[in-house]
């Protein structure tokens, strides 16, 4: 490596200047471990290397693990990175897409970024998708009680998928099959094989058809609220000027639509929260919300949702001591920060009262990345998830009686993207005496 060309990041004062060696895994790749212990590799490696920084071999390729606020703020901040080439395809594929905002650095990337915060967390928006989620839920309410047994986790990815498309403009798609196609790219990233082709597949006609309805809406043959998602994407321009290639628009619509579907795992894990701490839930059920957010937090931090983020240097790196060459792959332990002992004490315990936000600016409490929104690669939607959560928790405490029969709610780590066994299935599901009738329209 070219050390004179070698740029330094981040070094405390406590670190040498360089020369600090990274512990090396002895296997001559660890992609069996890495399915085998799922959302526990990393911190698996580290505990077992003694190290927050490893470097191992996946797929034949090395990569560097880290886990803490530390690398966290490496991984959302630094400069010399890039997030092109550092997923694997297959994942790449159904969850971003090329061409998509989390594939761009620079100004090209800040740029595209202020479009999904301008319709992710502007708050007037946020309450118009929470009011679509809430009327969608009681709509749902009258078919569900008719229902012997429901698996929460399907149904309220119908419930999501219909709130994000008409709340983002998209109205005229047939909802039961995009929610399937949604679900089946979130439900099947981590899936190699048969299975993720076929959801590649389906994603690709769920494009096909996004982009048609942006060359539909350019042509004037559709008209959508200018406020909607569909129409900023459309007409939004890039640093040149041009509008969005609509193959690109179509993707940027469905990282919209997706990630608000895919908040229905955190959802299903909140209800699985609640029926077992029951405390909270009768503190719920009371009309006590004040603390809502607090659980929704906690349910965010310890419940499996994205494992790993990754990056790849674009030029040689130094950081507190430690030197990564150019087109170095970094792979950040999200999971496993915000489950290590030394900043979470009792990591495996549900406890709402550890007081924690997204809006704070916690490097510990990463469970959709780091850094400041609006200059890196965190995750704008934020705000949304622990919204929809807030409500469905009310919805859930206030609005639905339901009873939890028998059943395996045992989460499987090994499995990306988790979830309880069962998907969470409720019975008896009904109405709450006393509660509002389903909204018309």
């Not at 990274?22 to 471990?33: L, Q, T, V």
């Not at 012997?148 to 998928?161: K, S």
């Not at 609509?246 to 993707?251: D, G, L, Q, R």
Request: aromatic residues 6%.
């Amino acid at each position: 490596m070219a050390t004179g060309d070698t740029r330094e990041i981040g070094t405390a004062p406590d670190y040498p200047a360089e020369g600090r060696e990274i512990p090396r895994d002895s296997r001559i790749d660890a992609s069996m471990a890495l399915l085998s212990e799922g959302y526990r590799f990393v911190s698996n490696l580290c505990d077992q290397m003694g190290s927050d920084v490893v470097a191992t071999r996946l797929r034949l390729r090395e990569v560097v693990c880290l886990r803490g606020a530390s690398a966290g703020r490496l991984l959302y901040g630094a400069e010399g990175l890039t997030r092109v080439g550092a997923m694997p395809s297959t994942v790449l594929h159904l969850l971003q897409d090329k061409g998509s905002v989390q594939q761009l650095e620079g100004e090209a990337h800040r740029q595209r970024k202020a479009m999904f915060l301008d319709i992710c967390m502007d708050e007037a928006r946020v309450k118009a998708l929470v009011e679509e989620f809430r009327r969608e839920w009681r709509e749902s309410l009258t078919a569900w009680e008719h229902e012997d047994r429901i698996v929460l986790q399907q149904e309220v990815a119908h419930v999501l998928t219909r709130a994000a498309c008409r709340w983002a403009g998209v109205r005229n798609e047939p909802e039961d099959r995009i929610a399937d196609e949604i679900f089946e790219m979130i439900d099947k990233a981590g899936s190699i094989g048969p299975r993720n082709w076929l959801a590649q597949m389906r994603r690709s006609g769920t494009e096909k058809r996004l982009r048609r309805l942006v060359e539909q809406l350019r042509g004037g043959e559709v008209v959508p609220d200018s406020a909607t998602a569909l129409h900023a994407i459309a007409f939004h321009r890039e640093p040149d000027g041009k509008l969005l290639d609509p193959s690109v628009a179509a993707v940027e619509l469905l990282n919209v639509l997706r990630p608000v579907v895919a908040v229905g795992r955190y959802i299903t894990f909140a209800a699985l929260a609640l029926h077992r701490e029951t405390n909270w839930r009768e503190l719920f059920r009371s009309g006590n919300l004040e603390l809502a957010g607090d659980f929704a937090e906690e349910v965010r931090r310890i419940s499996p949702f994205f494992p790993f983020t990754a990056a790849v240097t674009t030029r040689p790196i130094r950081w507190e001591g430690y030197e990564f060459p150019a087109d170095q792959w970094l792979l950040l332990d999200l999971y496993g920060t915000t489950h290590d002992a030394r900043n979470f004490p009792d990591p495996s315990r549900f406890r709402a009262e550890r007081m924690l936000s997204w809006s704070g600016q916690d490097d510990c409490f990463i469970p959709q990345g780091g850094g400041e929104v609006a200059l890196t690669h965190r995750c704008p939607g934020e705000m949304i998830t622990v919204e929809l959560m807030k409500e469905a928790i009310r919805l859930l405490c206030c609005e639905t009686e339901y009873e939890v029969p028998p059943q395996d709610l045992g989460v499987r780590l090994n499995r990306l993207p988790a979830q309880p066994r069962s998907g969470m299935i409720l019975k008896a599901v009904r109405p709450r005496a006393g509660t509002e009738p389903p909204l018309s329209g």
